[in-house]
């Protein structure tokens, strides 16, 4: 076991953990006493539901103090228990907090198996170098006591488990920033030099960067260009890619992309990688956008197809789950842009009928990217896309309804420009 797994067991009990049921959380805590009746419908959701009597109850979370370990470890581990538990295993996302406490969230997997080969191959993770902390569970003596125990492996004392109260915000939000969410330059950048000696693509991407230090887009993010930056943000089949050539032949304006197209032989290798690489792959290419804008926009307007928004608002989307209220209240820190970040004059969120956005989409004849799959499987996950790109601030989203014609859009859109960039 890791030196950070067991520097984290000192402060296991005062840890909350969630565990998703049937598409919801159910939140548990560890006591050290006793008291009889605390645990029974909790305890019941969780363990015996559709379980046989002798079915083995497990968990094993991740953790390490090296975020891109511990990426790495959680992002193969569903594949490792699979492979090597029976097939009537079942596996539950799990993970477990500390209330309040920023980058305490580890990740893991409630595991329900009955064979001998469950805790031979748990075992093997405890007993390797691996950044895992296995439990096991086990019920009361009698039918009268339904309250179960929580023995951690490492440690000697077990826990009685009862109910704990929804912590008031999804636990992911914990471990967001600069994980699932770049706020900088410099961490997307260090993130990618540290996975450069197994991942040899992230070499190729360094090379397109700036090589001083102090960030890439900190000067960019002082200056005034001398022309507006319209970044047209929205949903695949909006109308983004009409809009934004119809609006660069009217203004006489440069039209850009983001990611940048000096990014894409390395997008689908990237795609594969665990999230926080995924996402400073994605963030590095809002900052090499950022340079092209500044060197454009001292000549002529630029529209830009896609940015920061987007980036933010799908890996803010895909970390939590469930609901709109899942997600970070509004006015959250975890909407505010970057700093060191370039801000547009005017940003325009397209929205549009999700039939009308499917039947748009069937149109085209396109292959859907696996964002596009989700969109389209889970409502859910749409909604929260659409809500994080609205409270993204500094600046915010004016939405304009795309269901008109496209000429329609364009006229609206015009206006605005007018308004707010006085072109």
Same mark, same amino acid.
């Given at each position: 076991?890791?030196?950070?797994?067991?520097?984290?067991?000192?402060?296991?009990?005062?840890?909350?953990?969630?565990?998703?049921?049937?598409?919801?959380?159910?939140?548990?805590?560890?006591?050290?006493?006793?008291?009889?009746?605390?645990?029974?419908?909790?305890?019941?959701?969780?363990?015996?539901?559709?379980?046989?009597?002798?079915?083995?109850?497990?968990?094993?979370?991740?953790?390490?103090?090296?975020?891109?370990?511990?990426?790495?470890?959680?992002?193969?581990?569903?594949?490792?228990?699979?492979?090597?538990?029976?097939?009537?295993?079942?596996?539950?996302?799990?993970?477990?907090?500390?209330?309040?406490?920023?980058?305490?969230?580890?990740?893991?997997?409630?595991?329900?198996?009955?064979?001998?080969?469950?805790?031979?191959?748990?075992?093997?993770?405890?007993?390797?170098?691996?950044?895992?902390?296995?439990?096991?569970?086990?019920?009361?003596?009698?039918?009268?006591?339904?309250?179960?125990?929580?023995?951690?492996?490492?440690?000697?004392?077990?826990?009685?488990?009862?109910?704990?109260?929804?912590?008031?915000?999804?636990?992911?939000?914990?471990?967001?920033?600069?994980?699932?969410?770049?706020?900088?330059?410099?961490?997307?950048?260090?993130?990618?030099?540290?996975?450069?000696?197994?991942?040899?693509?992230?070499?190729?991407?360094?090379?397109?960067?700036?090589?001083?230090?102090?960030?890439?887009?900190?000067?960019?993010?002082?200056?005034?260009?001398?022309?507006?930056?319209?970044?047209?943000?929205?949903?695949?089949?909006?109308?983004?890619?009409?809009?934004?050539?119809?609006?660069?032949?009217?203004? &006489?304006?440069? %039209?850009? /992309?983001? $990611?940048?197209?000096? @990014?894409? #032989?390395?997008?689908?290798?990237?795609?594969?990688?665990? *999230?926080?690489?995924?996402?400073?792959?994605?963030?590095?290419?809002?900052?090499?956008?950022?340079?092209?804008?500044?060197?454009?926009?001292?000549?002529?307007?630029?529209?830009?197809?896609?940015?920061?928004?987007?980036?933010?608002?799908?890996?803010?989307?895909?970390?939590?789950?469930?609901?709109?209220?899942?997600?970070?209240?509004? &006015?959250?820190? %975890?909407? /505010?842009? $970057?700093?060191?970040? @370039?801000? #547009?004059?005017?940003?325009?969120?397209?929205?549009?009928? *999700?039939?009308?956005?499917?039947?748009?989409?069937?149109?085209?004849?396109?292959?859907?990217?696996?964002?596009?799959?989700?969109?389209?499987?889970?409502?859910?996950?749409?909604?929260?896309?659409?809500?994080?790109?609205?409270?993204?601030?500094?600046?915010?989203?004016?939405?304009?309804?795309?269901?008109?014609?496209?000429?329609?859009?364009?006229?609206?859109?015009?206006?605005?420009?007018?308004?707010?960039?006085?072109?």
């Amino acid at each position: 076991m890791s030196r950070r797994s067991m520097a984290l067991a000192p402060l296991w009990s005062s840890r909350v953990f969630s565990v998703d049921v049937d598409g919801g959380p159910v939140y548990f805590r560890l006591q050290n006493e006793h008291h009889r009746g605390k645990g029974g419908k909790v305890v019941k959701r969780l363990f015996e539901t559709g379980m046989l009597k002798d079915d083995g109850c497990y968990s094993i979370l991740v953790s390490s103090g090296d975020k891109l370990r511990n990426a790495k470890f959680y992002w193969e581990l569903k594949d490792k228990l699979l492979g090597g538990l029976s097939q009537g295993c079942r596996l539950s996302p799990m993970c477990a907090f500390l209330p309040g406490v920023q980058d305490s969230l580890i990740r893991g997997f409630l595991v329900k198996d009955s064979s001998i080969a469950t805790e031979r191959l748990l075992r093997q993770f405890v007993q390797r170098d691996d950044p895992a902390l296995v439990c096991s569970y086990t019920p009361g003596d009698t039918e009268d006591d339904p309250l179960w125990t929580q023995h951690l492996w490492t440690h000697v004392q077990n826990h009685y488990i009862v109910p704990s109260e929804p912590p008031g915000y999804h636990p992911a939000t914990l471990n967001m920033v600069n994980s699932d969410v770049f706020y900088s330059f410099q961490e997307a950048r260090d993130v990618l030099k540290k996975c450069a000696d197994i991942i040899p693509e992230a070499t190729s991407v360094l090379e397109l960067l700036p090589r001083g230090g102090g960030g890439c887009g900190s000067v960019e993010a002082r200056s005034e260009p001398a022309f507006p930056i319209i970044v047209l943000e929205g949903l695949d089949a909006t109308g983004k890619t009409t809009l934004t050539e119809s609006l660069r032949d009217a203004l &006489g304006a440069t %039209l850009l /992309r983001s $990611p940048p197209q000096c @990014l894409s #032989p390395w997008r689908a290798r990237f795609d594969q990688e665990p *999230p926080i690489v995924r996402r400073a792959f994605y963030a590095v290419g809002n900052y090499i956008t950022a340079q092209q804008i500044v060197h454009h926009a001292s000549k002529k307007p630029v529209i830009v197809d896609r940015f920061w928004h987007s980036t933010a608002a799908y890996a803010i989307a895909t970390a939590v789950s469930g609901s709109t209220c899942d997600l970070p209240t509004e &006015g959250s820190e %975890l909407y /505010r842009w $970057p700093g060191d970040l @370039l801000r #547009p004059s005017l940003v325009v969120l397209l929205t549009l009928d *999700p039939e009308e956005r499917k039947r748009r989409l069937k149109g085209r004849g396109q292959e859907k990217t696996k964002e596009e799959h989700e969109l389209d499987r889970n409502q859910h996950f749409r909604l929260r896309v659409e809500e994080a790109y609205r409270r993204i601030s500094g600046p915010t989203c004016i939405s304009v309804d795309a269901s008109s014609s496209a000429e329609q859009v364009f006229q609206q859109v015009m206006l605005l420009i007018k308004a707010k960039c006085h072109l």
